[in-house]
């Protein structure tokens, strides 16, 4: 039920923001993972929650985010079990809770769901995934995303969009590394807690966000997972681009692990 209760959050991005603090700028240098010239990705716990993430996303895209097209990936919510269509449909409709995703005033906003994919053939979306600025990617469970992810091609797509923006929400975001932990595994069809392993750290979000979320609750976590990991709260995101990880945050964040 922990696990649980953490990964529904994914889908209300900004209704547990703690007040902002001093702005952290950290950066830290780490090889390329598993896949080659990754797209460029903001990894987030909440979110668009702040001036200094939005400006992050900005600088990211090059332009204004009113000039840019998105796609919503709502998969991972269908791999939980207190997730199902009314949060999809909020997702999708950018509704209020939602203000800081697929509400930012974006030029366009599409939704592409990963587990219609592999019925309707590559020529049809892969040009939709290529035309979209940035790929707004929902919390849920991260493991069926990543099963959907290598079933529907989009992994291997992956290495030919470097100028894709990736935003991740919690389990959209956690789905980039290599291990999630069997704490935030949810959908009973995983064979373990193994991710994509796009970037080399583990993500353990929602810190301060629930009772359960503390950083004592992350520091037992780590423990078991075996790689750097990152602890951020609905403040703070993380900027991958060439390899290069930048932390940003109007809130609190720690790394633990070598």
């Known amino acids: 039920m922990l696990g649980t209760l953490r990964t529904l959050r994914t889908g209300f991005a900004g209704t547990t923001i703690s007040p902002a603090r001093s702005l952290i700028f950290r950066y830290v240098h780490l090889p390329h993972a598993n896949?080659?010239?990754?797209?460029?990705?903001?990894?987030?716990?909440?979110?668009?929650?702040?001036?200094?993430?939005?400006?992050?996303?900005?600088?990211?895209?090059?332009?204004?985010?009113?000039?840019?097209?998105?796609?919503?990936?709502?998969?991972?919510?269908?791999?939980?079990?207190?997730?199902?269509?009314?949060?999809?449909?909020?997702?999708?409709?950018?509704?209020?809770?939602?203000?800081?995703?697929?509400?930012?005033?974006?030029?366009?906003?599409?939704?592409?769901?990963?587990?219609?994919?592999?019925?309707?053939?590559?020529?049809?979306?892969?040009?939709?995934?290529?035309?979209?600025?940035?790929?707004?990617?929902?919390?849920?469970?991260?493991?069926?995303?990543?099963?959907?992810m290598r079933e529907s091609g989009l992994a291997d797509l992956l290495p030919s969009l470097p100028d894709t923006v990736w935003v991740g929400v919690s389990a959209g975001s956690m789905v980039m590394t290599p291990r999630i932990g069997a704490y935030f595994v949810e959908w009973p069809g995983a064979a373990d807690d193994r991710t994509l392993g796009v970037v080399d750290f583990s993500i353990f979000p929602h810190l301060d966000a629930f009772p359960t979320n503390t950083m004592a609750d992350a520091q037992r976590w780590a423990a078991e997972i075996g790689v750097p990991a990152y602890v951020i709260d609905e403040q703070t995101a993380i900027k991958v681009v060439d390899g290069s990880v930048e932390v940003v945050s109007e809130g609190r964040w720690t790394k633990l692990g070598a």
């Not at 599409?110 to 040009?127: C, K, M, N, Q, S």
């Open 35 to 148: 896949l080659e010239a990754p797209l460029k990705l903001l990894l987030t716990s909440g979110g668009v929650t702040n001036p200094s993430i939005r400006s992050a996303l900005v600088r990211l895209l090059g332009r204004p985010i009113s000039e840019c097209h998105a796609l919503c990936v709502p998969t991972a919510q269908w791999g939980h079990p207190m997730c199902g269509p009314t949060t999809v449909r909020g997702f999708v409709a950018a509704e209020p809770v939602w203000q800081h995703f697929t509400g930012l005033g974006w030029a366009s906003l599409g939704v592409l769901e990963l587990t219609a994919l592999p019925t309707i053939g590559a020529e049809r979306w892969v040009p939709w995934v290529r035309e979209a600025d940035v790929l707004l990617v929902e919390g849920g469970d991260a493991t069926y995303l990543c099963h959907w």
